[in-house]
Each structure stands twice: as structure tokens, then as C-alpha cells.
């Protein structure tokens, strides 16, 4: 069963984020941060899925946006910025960690380990 909120996301999708494609498995989250509206997580191979973040915002003036598709909103994509590898135990989610996020600077080592969350720069932990 889906909430409220996430059912209006996935309504979202083809107005409010058209840079999304939907013939992927894509994990689409809301995050209201300045610089991006949404996380967006589209599937790669195995548990790996490509993270991008977008900008998605109303655009006040429709007579400045393009006529011809009818836009609503503008949406910036800012590319592939990270990976993310999901943990699934027993069935279910654990959680998923993002590599490629800050990129260590000179002198400093990489995340690494044997698991996800160790070799994750960071690591989002599934609340139960």
C-alpha cells in the first residue's frame, strides 16, 4: 500500500519531472534542498542504480516557457553524480549507501570494506 505522499509522487512524475524515465526500474525521493528538489536513483546492474539529483520548479510566466509541449515546470537533471548500492536481506531492504558523492581529496583514502555501508560515503539505513 502506497501514502498519500508517495502516491503524489509518482502522479508528479510526467508533469513536475519529465527527465524521469519511467521504462527503468528508478527510485524517485523528494528532498527540499537549494540546490535540488528530488534524489533520483535509476537502475544500473544487479543492486547498483545511478544517482542523479534534479531541479524541478513551477514556472511562474507560462508565456515564457515552450508553447508547443505545454510546460508547466522547469526541470534541470545535473547527470549521474554518484552510485548506489542497495543492501536486501532476507527479502527486504536494509538500506543503500552513495559512492562518487564528495570524492576524497588528495591524501585521503576512499571508503572501503566488505560491505556496503563500509565502503559507502554515505549510508541511508532503512527505518523499520
Not at 10 to 21: A, G
Not at 25 to 43: E, G, I
Not at 46 to 69: E, K, M, Q, V, Y
Request: hydrophobic share 40%.
Amino acid at each position: 500500500m502506497q501514502s498519500d505522499s508517495c502516491r503524489a509522487l509518482v502522479d508528479d512524475v510526467p508533469t513536475k519531472l519529465p527527465d524521469v524515465d519511467t521504462s527503468i526500474p528508478t527510485f524517485v525521493a523528494k528532498w527540499d534542498m537549494p540546490w535540488s528538489s528530488h534524489l533520483v536513483l535509476r537502475h544500473f546492474d544487479g543492486n547498483l542504480f545511478n544517482g542523479s539529483a534534479l531541479f524541478s520548479t513551477p514556472i511562474l510566466n507560462t508565456s515564457l516557457a515552450n508553447s508547443s509541449d505545454n510546460e508547466t515546470y522547469f526541470t534541470q537533471s545535473f547527470g549521474i553524480l554518484s552510485s548506489a548500492e542497495f543492501v536486501i536481506e532476507d527479502g527486504k531492504v536494509v538500506g543503500f549507501g552513495l559512492t562518487g558523492v564528495w570524492e576524497a581529496g588528495t591524501g585521503i583514502e576512499d571508503p572501503s570494506g566488505d560491505t556496503v555501508q563500509k565502503r559507502s560515503e554515505v549510508w541511508f539505513a532503512r527505518e523499520q
